[in-house]
Structures are given as structure tokens and as C-alpha cells.
């Protein structure tokens, strides 16, 4: 969804037209997936989406027009919300010492597209739900931005599901219950995505294994649990990204109708079943052809472009999604971990990087692999239980039984990301760096969302009523990523106000 379209509106015989190319692409791809070369160097790559904030009230700014005409650089782009910003990081290797290197450039991106914000009185937000979006952002079509596509895209999800979106989301009291006439909660929904480059005899066991950590990732990493002024999942992004892109009406998900956002439901064993399902599955949401597109059957290289069957994939929101890229002279194949939350810090991003890596790498390599000792659904569950409790959940583990996750981590998982990190020829100082984060992090139990909860529950023990304390937390938030510091060494405010002398 990342490319700009003709249109916004389509016909019935478009449809038609569509449903048929799509069906003759994934011939295609079928066949040049068996006979191809594909590019194998094991590149990676991320993409981090931002919020703006109004440094007076820490509101969300809808001015991202003004800051991308002011950036003027095509590493910055929109996203779907006129709060959102988009950059896109120069592909790089985890070996030596490129994920510092990400590091490095994660924050001078951020600290470029921070002062510019400020010319404007805002600030960049990296973070996985602005803390202080209220329903009433969503009253009208201003908080979207500009383009074709974004309009298609609520359109079409609009129309498919033929009523109001519903958010119903479990948390304090009652929770979150709420109904919007767009798919605007969507743009509240930031990510940090990491791109994967695997060959294609490697794929369905990349894939395998990034669904099965995916619930220690994200315990490891939630840093979305506040909504519209309710405390919600300690990954709030979670639901609400599946429930706001729903194009099911209620009884279609009833009848047990795959939604658009999903967890998957089995274990693969080609990345050709991803498409596969994708087609079979999903009606298309956005009908563009190729030559509607004006785009070339094939590149210079002669590999087919299959514009049908790359548009549809990017309006499946898988959180592992397989991507195939024709390129110039050679096509490849990449793996595109959607799951994460952006933010805190640089140097927080980059050891969620460096564990997804590394974990990837290492269990692609067992002898047993991971996934033919756990089923599928059981790594379902575990992503699920892990986006609602974060570091405090529990989860069945092979050869463990239930464990508290933060211990699994601490004990396991990252000792053994850092030596997949480590077989993948990143610097000895590059693997104890970002270690040394992550195990900081699931010793303490304070990722992003504990240290935002813990946070609020300060202000308002010393008197903030819940708008106040979200707008200084989201203050206290900014000072922390200008500190650099990982955000399990950010101090919390303390529960009552000091004595007075």
C-alpha cells in the first residue's frame, strides 16, 4: 500500500478485470518462484512511522504536509493520519557493525525530523499509540492525509463492512467502546517494521520461526498501552489495527471470515502458500491493474512485476508478510516483521532489531526446529497473551511448560539471539551492546508500556486528572527520548509530591 494510485473509486468490470490478473499472476509467480535466481546477500532494512505532537498540549498536530515540504528529502514520506510521518532507512547488513550503524542513523533521522517539528511547534512522537488522541480527532476526514490511496483504502473497507467501524478493546473498567464512521483509529497505530531479505528455500523456515517468537517479541518490545484515554493492552496496536482495518461485518466474522489484520492459521511450507491464501481468502480491496497503473509487464531484468498480486498483498496485514520485489536486474524475497511498536529510543528499536535478527537466524539453524514442538496455535495464543500483558504475561513454551515470559527471556530467548547476532558476524561489542538492553529491560519488567503506566499512575496519585497526566507522561516520554537513555533506565516520577521545607 505503500505506492500511490490512479483512483479512488471502481467499477464492477474493474473488479472483474482484477480478480482475473491476480489469479494469472499467481500462476506466474508459482512458476518463477521454482525456476528464478533471486538476490541472496541477507540485507536488512526498517521502516519507522512517527506521530507529531503540539509541544503546548502534546495534541496530535495535523501538519505533516508542512513538515514533509520543509524536510524535502524522499526518506521521509506520509503515512494514512495528517499526524503520521514515515522514514524509510538505506538497507543495511547485521554483520560488523551495521546494527549500530542503524542505530546511528535511526537517530540523527529522528533528531532531523524532531527540529524541523519543532519550526512548527511540534514535536516527533516515536511511539506505538499517541497517548493523547481523544475519539474527537476522528469526527471528520481532516486527520487523513492526502491521496488516493488512503481514500481507497477507507472506501473500500468501509463499504465491504457496510457499517461503522467498532472498537471494543478490554482494559481499566469497562474498557474501550467506540464506533467511528472511518478507519481513522488505524493512523493511531505507529510501528517499527523490519525488512528481512531470505532466500527462497529459507522462507517458509524464516517465517515459521518469526510466528513462533512472535509473542516473546512483542512482550519484549509493547509500548502502546493507552487509547483514547483508557489503559488498555500493554500493545494496544494490537486490536485496534485488526479491528479498525475489519472489512467483516459482524456476521461474516461470526461464520469464521478471516479478517484483513491476522495472525495467520498454520504453519507454511513455501512462501507460495502466503499468496496462495491471500488470493483464495481475500476479495481486493484496492482493483488497480497494471495498466490502469501504467506500469511494465517486466523490469530491465525480465522478472515479472506482478503489480496485481503485490497491491493486493499490501492490503492483507499479516504480521510476518512475504514481499516479493522484482528490483532493476534481479528480484528478491524479504521478510516483513510488522508486530513491533516504534519507539522508545534508537538505541531501544535497534536491540528489538538485533533480537529479531538474531532469534530468526538461530532457530532457522536447529536441529529441531522450534515450530514442529509447538502448534500453531499455541503460538498464536502466545502473541496474543503477550500483546495484552506485555512482560508480566505467562505462556506455554516447549520443553518449559507455562513460564512467566520475562523469565523465558531472560533465561533463553535473548542469550540465544545474541549468538544468532553472533553467527551472523556482528562485532562482539555490537552483541553485548544491545544484549545488555534487552536483558536490562525483561530484568525489570519496564519496557515502553510499564514505564508509561507507571508513569500516569504517578501523576495521578499526586493529583492529574487522566488528560493531564497522559499529556505530561507524553512530556516525560520526549525528555526520555532525548536522553537517549533505553527506556528501562527512565526514571518514573515519584507517587506524592515532596514535603515542602
Not at 500500500?1 to 464492477?12: D, P, V
Not at 516527533?124 to 481532516?142: A, K, N, W, Y
Not at 498480486?309 to 524479504?334: E, S
Not at 545474541?418 to 534487552?438: C, H, I, K
Amino acid at each position: 500500500m505503500g505506492r500511490e494510485i490512479a483512483t479512488s473509486e471502481y467499477t464492477r468490470s474493474q473488479r472483474t478485470r482484477y480478480r482475473r490478473e491476480l489469479r494469472r499472476n499467481l500462476d506466474i509467480f508459482e512458476t518463477f518462484l521454482d525456476t528464478a535466481e533471486f538476490v541472496d546477500e541477507g540485507t536488512v532494512g526498517v521502516e519507522l512511522e512517527m506521530n507529531l505532537a503540539c509541544t503546548d498540549d502534546m495534541s496530535p498536530a495535523l501538519m505533516v504536509d508542512d513538515v514533509l515540504a520543509d524536510l524535502d528529502d524522499e526518506q521521509y514520506v506520509h503515512e494514512i493520519g495528517r499526524f503520521n510521518l514515515e522514514v524509510n532507512l538505506p538497507v543495511t547488513h547485521p554483520t560488523g557493525s551495521g546494527l549500530r550503524e542503524l542505530e546511528d542513523q535511526l537517530a540523527a533521522l529522528l533528531e532531523r525530523a524532531d527540529d524541523t517539528a519543532q519550526e512548527h511547534g511540534a514535536r516527533v512522537i516515536p511511539i506505538g499509540h499517541l497517548p493523547t488522541i481523544g475519539e474527537e480527532l476522528f469526527s471528520d476526514s481532516q486527520w487523513r492525509s492526502p491521496g488516493a490511496r488512503y481514500e481507497a483504502l477507507e472506501n473500500s473497507v468501509m463499504q465491504a463492512r457496510g457499517e461503522e467501524v467498532h472498537l471494543r478493546i478490554d482494559g481499566e473498567g469497562k474498557g474501550l467502546d467506540a464506533t467511528f464512521d472511518s478507519i481513522g483509529p488505524e493512523s493511531a497505530c505507529t510501528s517499527l517494521q523490519l525488512h528481512l531479505q531470505v532466500p527462497p528455500e529459507q522462507f517458509a523456515a524464516g517465517w515459521n520461526a518469526a510466528q513462533a517468537m512472535a509473542g516473546p517479541q512483542i512482550a519484549l518490545a509493547a509500548n502502546s498501552p493507552y487509547l483514547m484515554g483508557k489503559r488498555l493492552w500493554h500493545e494496544t496496536r494490537v486490536p485496534t489495527f485488526q479491528q479498525a482495518l475489519d472489512s467483516r461485518p459482524p456476521e461474516y466474522a461470526t461464520q469464521g471470515v478471516r479478517p484483513r489484520v491476522w495472525f495467520g492459521e498454520r504453519w507454511i511450507t513455501s512462501m507460495f502458500d502466503l499468496f496462495e491464501e491471500n488470493v483464495r481468502l481475500f476479495p481486493a480491496l484496492i482493483p488497480e491493474s497494471r495498466t490502469m497503473a501504467e506500469e511494465p509487464l517486466l523490469t530491465e531484468g525480465a522478472s515479472p512485476r506482478l503489480h496485481e498480486l503485490m497491491l493486493h498483498n499490501g492490503t492483507v496485514w499479516r504480521w510476518n508478510r512475504p514481499i516479493y520485489d522484482p528490483g532493476t536486474d534481479m528480484p528478491h524475497l524479504r521478510l516483513e516483521n510488522r508486530l513491533l511498536p516504534a519507539g522508545p529510543t534508537p538505541i531501544d528499536m535497534t536491540a528489538n532489531a538485533a533480537f529479531f535478527y538474531g532469534l530468526v537466524h538461530s532457530l532457522v539453524y536447529e536441529r529441531r526446529p522450534l515450530w514442529s514442538r509447538m502448534s500453531f496455535e499455541q503460538a498464536d495464543e502466545s502473541f496474543q497473551q503477550c500483546a495484552r500483558w506485555g512482560l508480566e504475561a505467562r505462556v506455554r513454551w516447549p520443553r518449559v511448560g507455562r513460564v512467566r515470559v520475562a523469565d523465558l527471556l531472560m533465561e533463553q530467548l535473548i542469550p540465544q539471539a545474541m549468538e544468532g547476532l553472533q553467527d551472523l558476524g556482528a562485532d562482539t561489542e555490537v552483541v553485548e551492546r544491545y544484549g545488555e538492553v534487552l536483558q536490562g529491560r525483561a530484568r525489570t519488567g519496564r519496557n515502553g508500556a510499564r514505564w508509561q503506566i507507571d508513569t500516569v499512575t504517578s501523576l495521578e496519585l499526586r493529583g492529574a486528572d487522566r488528560t493531564e497526566a497522559l499529556a505530561e507522561m507524553t512530556r516525560l516520554y520526549r525528555a526520555g527520548v532525548d536522553s537517549g537513555a533505553p527506556v528501562h533506565e527512565w526514571p518514573v516520577p515519584a507517587r506524592q509530591r515532596a514535603a515542602r521545607a
